[in-house]
């Protein structure tokens, strides 16, 4: 689990740094990282892992900007849909706002609340993520862990994985995003063995193929991509499709 704070105010920053690093000593939990930031670049240019396993403490004013917060999560949301997000603010008239900015917050916490009650609820929202990272792992999610990249996907969602112009790089496609990451197509075979390799640049669910043109030698994803299809391949492929059905 990674765990990020955006707060712009020192006190506050050096407050939340200390219960999250007592929730976790107290509970042995399997946290890689817990980062506080004063700035929103700052914080999402750290944030590069995607997946369940993500949670952010949010304030919503930051710098003045009474709105700051929301924002910021927007583009959380755009980026990681299954990030988890909690607000910690002075702000609570903003909860309906969050409706319209389409965010789906685990929790609201007031800064105000007394120290007991506040540590209650940052630890109730971290133990809720970790059970739900270890649930989404162990029922059915493509997971890529490597010295540079924690990735974690619905393995439903999961279309297929390109090799990157960039060199030692791969891109993951779902149904609803796009990511690169450092990695080569054979280590993310080794990972995961459900994903099948039709091609040297290509790997594709094969529960996501809806159509495979063997004259063109090219399949096609439930989204309307394609990906080429090695001749050596085809059989391979089809044979995987037909096991499915």
Known sequence: ???????????????????????????????????????????????????SHQLFFLDIEIKNDEMKGLKVAKEIT???????IVFVTTH????????????????YIDKELDTLE????????????????????????FYFESKYNQIQYPFNDLLYIETSPRPHRVILHTVID???????????LKQDKRLL?????????????IKVDRHERV??????STCLVARHKLNLLLKAINELH
């Open 78 to 84: 755009h980026r990681d849909p299954y990030a988890h």
């Open 1 to 51: 689990m990674n765990i990020f704070v955006l707060e712009d105010d020192f006190a506050q920053q050096t407050r939340m740094e200390l219960v999250i690093k007592k929730i976790v000593e107290k509970h042995k939990l399997p946290v890689n990282r817990v980062e506080v930031y004063g700035k929103p670049n700052q914080l999402l240019a750290a944030a590069e892992d995607k997946g």
């Open 92 to 107: 609570s008239e903003f909860m309906p706002l969050s409706f319209r900015y389409q965010i789906k917050a685990l929790d």
């Open 178 to 188: 796009r990511m690169e990451f450092t990695a080569s197509l054979s280590e993310v």
């Open 197 to 209: 390799q039709c091609h040297r640049s290509y790997a594709v669910n094969p529960s996501n193929v």
């Open 118 to 141: 506040l540590e209650q609820r940052i630890e109730d929202n971290i133990l809720y993520t970790q059970t739900r990272d270890s649930k989404t792992v162990a029922e059915d999610s």
């Open 219 to 224: 399949v096609y994803l439930k989204d309307g």
